[in-house]
């Protein structure tokens, strides 16, 4: 059984800082690509970044200059630094991850999700 635990959301006013930690548990075989999606309310998911097992980064252009992801291999963890942040970053936010356990297919897993609400 594989899980993605969230962590590290809350409320922050405008211009300051959060980080968002996600831990991949269980059975895994390797993971490939990690990234952070969040959904404010009525709107759809969105992807905010994601990174590759070698490090490679994509970021969405509402938050270029402003996040940072990055991820720790050997923990099986991903992490979302956010600077600057304004309301429009209001929304839950969800850890993905593309896993290949030891007794199932390589496929796509979620977190719980975390909120983030930034006040003005």
């Known amino acids: 059984q594989v899980q993605l635990v969230e962590s590290g959301g809350g409320l922050v006013q405008a211009g300051g800082s959060l980080r968002l930690s996600c831990a991949a548990s269980g059975s895994i075989f390797n993971i490939n690509a990690m990234g952070w999606y969040r959904q404010a309310p009525g709107k759809q998911r969105e992807l905010v970044a994601t990174?590759?097992?070698?490090?490679?980064?994509n970021y969405a252009d509402s938050v270029k200059g402003r996040f940072t992801i990055s991820r720790d291999n050997a923990k099986n963890t991903v992490y979302l630094q956010m600077n600057s942040l304004k309301p429009e970053d209001t929304a839950v936010y969800y850890c993905?991850?593309?896993?290949?356990?030891?007794?199932?297919?390589?496929?796509?897993?979620w977190g719980q999700g975390t909120q983030v609400t930034v006040s003005s």
């Open positions: 990174i590759t097992s070698g490090g490679n980064t």
């Open positions: 993905n991850a593309n896993i290949r356990a030891y007794s199932d297919y390589r496929r796509e897993y």
